[in-house]
């Protein structure tokens, strides 16, 4: 009976501080890139920016100090179910069988296709955005190379295919508008096969394995480097991932991810040189503080439409009644059954406390008492 009382105590309280702790963690820092600063002192002006030196970005690139940087982790419990997010319609992505061809760079910081601006998203925002370029981050075979992270987590790569608004001229004149751009991000894992989608690209890294170097590949219907379903993803409005830093994308990371074989993850990570000799891999910045900001996710995992995140992080809209996420009603389990055991402990202790009165008064009018049952450890 004691025994089965402190577990569940001991129960009660390890789920109280996996909650409690989950809702106060904050913020992580980038002690490791701060670190880094000393050992690169500031670099002069004209210096190409790289990856060992992060901390140094902001030197000479303002915005890359700014409060609404990216990449992020990603919480998956924190981010708020927003159903009103419109969903992503994509035209004109299928360049199969287009006349010009695409032209493929590696450009010393990633492996880039640049996209006709014919390719655009026709919903799923509050303007028209038109693709320029898509590009890739990713890290070693030991070091999980995306950028963003979810629930502290890196994937082996990540794609990126940015947009930007039609109301300006290119890429460039949108790059520092407040409106300008909107990225498409997809997790890229290692699956059992061959994804014939991404070879269409891959197949051609020995063409531009040194820096600066590019060649021409063959339209594809570029829809499938995304993931099937886009109708999963988490929003948050951030940044550029590299110098300068302009704070000025709308992004969209999907929830559903996309698969290439171990061989053809092997072929991005080793096959791109940047400078002379060194390998062009471990092309991803670390996550960024929120600062506050808030990712909305545009599904739940709640079958009834419940809201899921932390207390209080879903705005209920009118006429809808509060729900409650998976962690409340697993909270409030645990603080029930705690309060049942407690009582049952209370009303074991009172009996315990009457039996012994009885004794003592039994042993006051000399009576042999003679246990009738044996009382458990
Ligand atoms: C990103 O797009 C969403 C959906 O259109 C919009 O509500 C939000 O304001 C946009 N963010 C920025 C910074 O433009
Ligand atoms: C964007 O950059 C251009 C120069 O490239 C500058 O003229 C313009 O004022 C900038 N706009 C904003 C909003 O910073
Ligand atoms: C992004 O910023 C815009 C305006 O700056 C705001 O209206 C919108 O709610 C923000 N979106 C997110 C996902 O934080
Ligand atoms: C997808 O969403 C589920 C449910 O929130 C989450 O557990 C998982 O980590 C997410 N994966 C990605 C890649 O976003
Ligand atoms: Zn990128």
Redesign the pocket.
Known sequence: MFKAFFILLFLHGLVLNTFSSSSSEEEDDDGSSKKESEEHPLKGHGVHWGYEDQAAWSSEYSHCSGKSQSPINIDSRRAVYDPK??PITLEGYDLTGDDSALTLLNNGHTLQLSLPNTMHIVS???SEYRAAQLHFHWGTKEVPGSEHTIDNVHFPAEIHVVHYNSKYADLSKAANQ??GL?VLGGFIGIGLHENDNYEKILAALTDVSTEESNTEIPGFNVRHLLPNNLKRFY?Y?GSLTTPPCFQ???WTMFNDTITVSRRQLAALEETLKAGRQQHLNKNFRTPQLLHGRQVFASFTDMPTGAGRGRLGGFVPSPGSSDFLSRGDILAIAFGALFAVTLLLFLLFAYLQHKKYSKIREDLRQNVIYKPATKEES
């Open positions: 997010m419109p799923g925002f509050d407040s409106d909107v929003r409005n000025t994308v709308n």
